[in-house]
């Protein structure tokens, strides 16, 4: 039976966190929250933990983990060449919502990376998930600690939905912060390659180094490429409902996802809408939700999980969802929009164009 935890980050109860890295050291599993999502912690240096991890989640065993530390001393245990540039986005970026690959020590065994010679290492700025990892032994697997297929944990609800049963321990320590997995940065190529988008943006990376690139297959452009970042070619994410993101300008994309509903209702379908506090009152047909703020984007990000899990449980067939812009945090937004759609977009002009006729 999963054991868990309510731990405030304000006042953490370190003897909760010591029977916690009791198990991880014991080769367990325990989710934690970190700022971005809740992950599914393991000893990052032990293979057999390695395959527990896979085995909860359901995750195919070639898409590797990342190693999480809690001081910047242990980085080169498992981690090799270090350039200056890893220091200044070390010194600038962590504790926080970055990943940077490396390639590995011999210490770090390829059941953690699936087989790669190349390491991800993080490291959280999230308190319980710091002192989970000091207590852990210092290097922590976590991927994000969903089922794979569904949408990343944002509470400890959403962990316990889909791993209860499965994991030694849940430690709840409330809502996380941002509410998308970090930024995964390349250091392994020259200039460092943005492989996933998160709250750090490349404007963000290139005020510390020169350049940074991004790989093209995340940017939602069809494209033949495997992304470089091996997870990123499953539709994870994935509500149940399939989900279609309405292309335009707030105005039109209000319209015909007006009209979608409309059609999609007198077909006898239940249909869910994902708005905004700027444009949720235009809307009166369907589930609608509201995903959080246009004027500020961090709500969005926040909130998105949360809302696909929302649908599941609404059962809805179909959803359809406004889209934002390409900017900050709403690159990262649209990346795992689209990734949730299977890529399904639709033209809010060509929408209204059909409707006349
Ligand atoms: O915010 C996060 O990063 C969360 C929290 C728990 O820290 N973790 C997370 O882990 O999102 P996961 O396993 O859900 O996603 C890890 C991603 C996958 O897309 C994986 O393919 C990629 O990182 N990755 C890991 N190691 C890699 C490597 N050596 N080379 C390329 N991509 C790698
Ligand atoms: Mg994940």
Redo the contacts with the bound molecule.
């Keep these: 039976e999963t054991i868990i935890r309510k731990v405030d980050k304000h006042n953490i109860d370190m003897q909760i966190m010591q029977e916690a890295g009791e198990i991880l050291k014991k080769g367990g599993l325990v989710a934690f929250p970190?700022e971005?999502?809740?992950?599914l912690g393991a000893n990052a240096l032990d293979e057999e933990a390695a395959k527990k991890t896979y085995a909860a989640k359901g995750r195919p065993s070639d898409?590797?983990?990342?190693v999480?530390i809690a001081t910047l001393e242990d980085l080169e245990k498992v981690a090799k060449n270090i350039s200056k540039d890893v220091e200044a986005l070390a010194n600038r970026f962590w504790p926080g919502?970055l990943?940077m690959?490396f390639e590995k020590t011999d210490i770090v065994p390829y059941g953690t990376?699936g087989g790669?010679d190349?390491?991800?290492v993080?490291m959280?700025s999230d308190p319980i998930a710091r002192e989970l990892i000091l207590a852990g032994g210092g290097f922590v697997s976590?991927?994000?600690a969903n089922t794979s297929g569904r949408p990343?944990p944002t509470t400890a609800e959403h962990v316990s939905e889909d791993l209860s049963g499965k994991i030694d321990m849940i430690i709840d320590g409330g809502s996380v912060d941002i509410g998308l997995?970090?930024t995964?940065l390349?250091m392994t190529v020259n200039p460092p390659m943005i492989?996933?988008p998160g709250a750090i943006t490349a404007e963000m990376f290139e005020e510390v180094i020169d350049h940074v690139t991004i790989d093209e297959t995340i940017l939602g452009i069809e494209t033949k490429k495997a992304p470089?970042?091996?997870?990123?070619k499953y539709r994870h994410y994935a509500p149940k409902a399939k989900l279609t993101i309405v292309e335009g300008n707030i105005r039109e994309e209000v319209l015909a996802i007006r009209q979608l509903v409309y059609e999609a209702i007198r077909q006898g379908k239940r249909v869910g809408i994902i708005a905004t506090n700027e444009t949720i009152a235009y809307y009166t047909n369907g589930v609608i939700k509201n995903i959080g703020s246009r004027e500020n984007e961090e709500t969005i990000a926040r909130n998105l999980y949360a809302i696909l899990r929302d649908f599941d449980a609404e059962e809805v067939d179909l959803i359809y969802s406004e889209s934002f812009a390409l900017q900050g945090i709403g690159k990262a937004i649209m990346n795992r929009l689209e990734k949730a759609a299977g890529h399904t977009r639709i033209s809010a002009q060509a929408v209204m164009k059909y409707q006349k006729y």
């Design positions: 970190t971005t999502v809740y992950g898409n590797p983990l990342i999480h919502p990943t690959i990376t790669l190349t390491v991800a993080r959280p976590a991927p994000s990343s997995e970090s995964i390349d492989l996933r470089k970042a091996p997870g990123m």
